[in-house]
């Protein structure tokens, strides 16, 4: 996975609730095996109608929106537990999400797979919004090492919660095998000692 520290973006607004893993990514796009690809079908059904045209009303097929950071509804995420959400928010392109509220199992495989899911208050999640509505170009700062959101535009920032673990493996752009084999001389040690008692 790439190292994750800091991310100075443009955002996308997408202020819908309860946005389950079949909008995410539909169930029929899950037949490949690899990470790669999925991007192409995020939100398939909301961006594309049934012939395959874009539809203008959506916020990824409208062009004053773009960056590396989904502004999302409250609830992000629930329904089935498909890690292919995650795989298709990362393979077009976000980075972080930032939402008032996410699903636990979707938490879990966004941050198992790079994408860091930044939570907000309900409060905080509307100034963002609003920030974006009065200028899309607004540049959001998402500070890992500080756990910190930030527009310096408005003068506001909020800190935010991440699992010490994964905060580790995202500085480091490890998932949890490489992980273990960054501590493997220290396993090692470990046996040794163990044989030795």
């Known amino acids: 996975m790439e190292k994750l520290e800091h991310i100075n973006s443009t955002a996308v607004p997408m202020p819908i609730e309860d946005v389950d893993t079949d909008q995410i990514i539909p169930a029929r796009f899950l037949k490949a095996v690899t990470r790669e690809g999925f991007g192409e079908n995020l939100f398939r059904d909301w961006r594309y109608n049934s012939q395959g045209t874009p539809i203008p009303d959506f916020v990824l097929n409208n062009p004053i929106y773009s960056g590396q950071i989904l502004v999302a509804g409250k609830n992000f995420g629930c329904g089935s537990s498909r890690e292919h959400a995650a795989w298709a928010l990362y393979d077009y392109g976000f980075r972080i999400v930032v939402s008032s509220f996410f699903a636990d199992i979707f938490k879990g495989n966004a941050l198992n797979n790079g994408l860091l899911p930044v939570t907000v208050s309900d409060e905080d999640l509307g100034i963002i919004f609003s920030a974006i509505e009065k200028n899309p170009g607004v540049e959001i700062e998402i500070d890992l090492p500080e756990q910190t959101i930030l527009i310096n535009e408005i003068g506001w920032s909020t800190p935010f919660e991440i ?35």
């Open 163 to 197: 699992d010490g673990y994964k905060k580790m493996c995202l500085l480091n752009g490890y998932d949890d095998i490489d992980y273990l084999l960054s501590i493997k001389e220290d396993i090692k040690k470990f046996e040794i000692q163990q044989e030795i008692y």
